[in-house]
């Protein structure tokens, strides 16, 4: 536990600050790189602080400003920054071997973790990214059965893999009937190839969904379904929609691909285990790699095999230079070992308490708003509809200019959330900080 506590978040020095060393790094970055960032989703204007530290719940930035840390790497740092088991694992590995062309002992142990923790996998297959671990999983379900197309969700991220982009940005103006909606590229440039292999379904409508899923049912190679999509607001799959979708999947002869990237945090037994299903294919990321570059396939041995190669060249070859290094393995290990069913079991609490006290927030200034989210995540939105689907989150749009101003504000009050007001909480956290954050977003709120 760190001295989360004991931690004043208020009167930090005021950002943005043309002065400031992040300031003067961001014009550097300016001319080396587009935009001045390599990851879209951690930038924020005029421009982002630059880490220096981070130990706990706590990162520091190179001009000394301390803030609780509610973005974690976007969820991938469940135990904070430098758990320091996860870094006594590390530190001895780092004095063994850092990569080699060689399999090593580490990779094994993970992978029977993951397999006795998850009810659809029997094996795994590593990677570098979420994205790598998406790309591979819908290869597998294409090899396996042949067919060419996926289905997946409007709106939902699943990394940047072509496929399972599709429609990751749909706008009104081309997004067309929301009980059938129009596949719609993602990047310019995004081959209409693309776009026809994709069929994309609207989120918890279980008859349009059915329908599509059926009109294509012959064609579909996997379903992509990640069951609390951030970019679909954080809302939680339906019961009735899930075992729709196995339910038609598993006669159509279609796989089952779960996305727990993110959601692997959502309990002991993943998501799969949350929400009662028993996928073909599992994607996995972030949490498993301890804090360094991950991404993982698993599933039933029988669809795992198009990786195999024991008779001869595989259905689906896979390399990767740094798959499986022992670092990562080192570290991801230490960390799964580290997550008990009792540590989800508190996290679970504090995002309800999080959850609860955005809600009141708004409640006590009068404010429209919504709270969505499951165990540890929370999103607070100021739009005044309801978050259902994606096309409310594009509605939501329209609130981002004072979602932005309650980001600037948190900065200021020692608190780092994203711009969409997004809050991950890790293993170090406490009630008393859950409370610190909820009392300078209601601050925040109240000052715009």
Request: overall charge negative; aromatic content about 6%.
């Amino acid at each position: 536990m760190t001295d989360a506590s004991t931690h004043s978040l208020a009167n930090t020095p005021a950002w943005p600050d043309d002065a400031s060393r992040s300031a003067a790094l961001y014009q550097r970055a300016r001319a080396v790189m587009p935009s001045g960032s390599s990851r879209l989703t951690i930038f924020f204007k005029p421009y982002p602080v630059y880490a220096a530290s981070g130990e706990g719940a706590f990162v520091t930035d190179v001009d000394g400003v301390r803030r609780a840390d509610f973005i974690n790497n976007y969820s991938s740092l469940i135990h904070g920054h430098r758990p320091p088991q996860v870094m006594a694992a590390v530190t001895e590995q780092l004095g063994k071997l850092t990569a080699v062309g060689l399999p090593t002992e580490s990779e094994i142990a993970l992978a029977e973790l993951l397999a006795e923790r998850l009810a659809g996998v029997d094996q795994v297959r590593y990677a570098n990214s979420g994205t790598e671990a998406v790309m591979m999983a819908i290869k597998a379900a294409r090899a396996f059965t042949g067919r060419p197309k996926i289905a997946k969700v409007e709106g939902a991220y699943h990394g940047g893999y072509d496929h399972a982009e599709v429609s990751q940005t749909a706008l009104p103006d081309g997004w067309g009937d929301p009980a059938a909606p129009t596949p719609t590229p993602t990047y310019l440039g995004q081959p209409k190839g693309v776009l026809d292999d994709v069929v994309v379904l609207p989120w918890n409508d279980v008859a349009a969904a059915r329908a599509l899923l059926e009109a294509h049912a012959g064609e579909l190679a996997a379903v992509l379904i990640d069951p609390l999509p951030s970019r679909v607001g954080f809302v939680p799959i339906a019961a009735d929609y899930l075992a729709m979708i196995r339910e038609v999947s598993a006669r159509s002869g279609a796989l089952l691909i779960l996305d727990e990237v993110y959601n692997l945090r959502l309990g002991y037994h993943g998501a799969q285990g949350k929400f009662g299903v028993v996928p073909d294919l599992t994607t996995l990321g972030k949490i498993i790699g301890g804090g360094f570059p991950v991404g993982a396939v698993g599933g039933r041995a029988e669809v795992m095999s198009v990786f195999g190669f024991d008779t001869g060249r595989p259905r689906v070859p896979h390399g990767g230079t740094y798959n499986a290094n022992p670092v990562t393995m080192t570290a991801g290990l230490k960390t799964m070992q580290l997550l008990p069913p009792q540590a989800f079991s508190r996290l679970a609490v504090l995002g309800e308490r999080l959850r609860e006290g955005l809600r009141r927030a708004l409640s006590d200034r009068g404010l429209p708003g919504q709270v969505t989210g499951d165990e540890s995540f929370a999103m607070l939105s100021l739009s005044d509809q309801p978050i259902r689907t994606y096309r409310d989150l594009v509605y939501a749009a329209q609130f981002a200019e004072a979602q932005s101003r309650v980001h600037a504000v948190l900065m200021n009050r020692g608190v780092l959330t994203s711009p969409s007001l997004v809050f991950t909480l890790s293993t170090p956290m406490d009630e008393a900080l859950v409370d610190q954050v909820v009392a300078e977003v209601g601050a925040a709120l109240g000052a715009v």
